[in-house]
Each structure stands twice: as structure tokens, then as C-alpha cells.
């Protein structure tokens, strides 16, 4: 069994940054591909960012990219999101989730991942 409970959600204003934290037990980081996902009520849930078990390779979604950067830290067993220019539409609950299938490599259909947090709310007002 993998826990995953993220932290450091908030309200923030337009163009402010938050930094979110994923922080894993039962199992070694660094044999788990992660990945945030974020949801608003009456959406399809929606990728992220993704990083690879080294956290070499990165994946981000074209809504994010060059504002939002996922990094980890396998020796503290964490994950975390940097969020940038935060904007109205990234309001949501973000959950970080692990892939334990890391042969097929880093996807982000939220179906293919095994373990997910509880969420935490991200609100970015205008």
C-alpha cells in the first residue's frame, strides 16, 4: 500500500504562486512514477504534470506549461508542484497520484495510476 498526502493548497490571487507538496509512505519514491491531476465539479478530471522515477523526464499539460513546474526529492520521499502565474482558471482540487507500472512510461491517463491522495484545494481568485 502507497499513502499520498499532498499539502500547501490555498487561496491566492491571480498571478500569485503556490507550491504543493506529495508526501509518500509504504513505499520508495523512486520506484513510482507521479503525477499531479486537478479536478472542478462537472470536469473530466485532468493531468497536470508528470515526472519520471529519477525525476529526470517531465511531462506537463499545454495549459501549464512555463508556469508550473513538478519536481521530487526521492530521499524525502516528496513530490511537489510549483505553480506560477496562477490564474482564475486553475482553481480546483489537485491530487498527486503514482503509477506503479513504469514500463510503459510516463502517461497521463489518471486510469493508469494505482494510488491517489485526497486532494487539496487550490482557489485562485481574480
Known amino acids: 500500500q502507497v499513502q499520498l498526502v499532498e499539502s500547501g493548497g490555498g487561496l491566492v490571487q491571480a498571478g500569485g504562486s503556490l507550491t504543493l507538496s506529495c508526501a509518500a509512505s509504504?513505499?520508495?519514491?523512486?520506484?513510482?512514477?507521479m503525477g499531479w491531476f486537478r479536478q472542478t465539479p462537472g470536469k473530466e478530471r485532468e493531468f497536470v504534470a508528470g515526472?519520471?522515477?529519477?525525476?529526470?523526464?517531465?511531462r506537463y499539460a499545454d495549459s501549464v506549461k512555463g508556469r508550473f513546474t513538478i519536481s521530487r526529492d526521492n530521499a524525502k520521499n516528496t513530490v511537489y508542484l510549483q505553480m506560477n502565474s496562477l490564474k482564475p482558471e486553475d482553481t480546483a482540487v489537485y491530487y498527486c497520484?503514482?503509477?506503479?507500472?513504469?514500463?510503459?512510461?510516463?502517461?497521463?491517463?489518471?486510469?493508469?495510476?494505482?494510488?491517489w491522495g485526497q486532494g487539496t484545494q487550490v482557489t485562485v481568485s481574480s
Open positions: 497520484a503514482a503509477d506503479f507500472d513504469t514500463q510503459y512510461g510516463l502517461r497521463t491517463d489518471g486510469d493508469h495510476y494505482d494510488y
Open positions: 509504504g513505499r520508495t519514491l523512486s520506484s513510482l512514477i
Open positions: 515526472n519520471s522515477r529519477s525525476g529526470s523526464a517531465t
